[in-house]
């Protein structure tokens, strides 16, 4: 869902509020609470470069590093 839509469906909810608040219909369970469709937007989430790295991921890449490093290493010469 995009933004805008996000944000005409937010506004179309506020309006179907205010209908029930005017004409008095009220629900079995209480009155309905709007939700923030806004806050749940894709792009507003935690991701890429802000992600915690988890331990094991670092350990992998430094582990895979020093391989690669003692391949190219002349044994032989030394």
């Known amino acids: 869902m995009s933004l805008k ?5 937010a506004q179309q ?3 179907q ?4 608040n005017v ?3 009220q629900h079995s369970l ?3 609470k709007a ?3 806004l806050a749940l937007d894709p792009l ?3 991701g890429g470069i802000h992600e915690k790295e988890d331990i094991d991921i670092v350990r992998k890449k430094r ?3 020093t391989k690669q490093q003692l391949r190219q290493t002349d044994w032989l010469s030394e």
């Open 5 to 9: 839509q996000t944000l005409k469906k």
């Open 13 to 15: 909810i506020e309006r």
């Open 17 to 20: 509020l205010e209908r029930q």
């Open 23 to 25: 004409t008095g219909v």
């Open 30 to 32: 209480g009155t309905v």
């Open 35 to 37: 939700r923030n469709y």
């Open 44 to 46: 507003l989430k935690k």
């Open 63 to 65: 582990r895979r590093e």
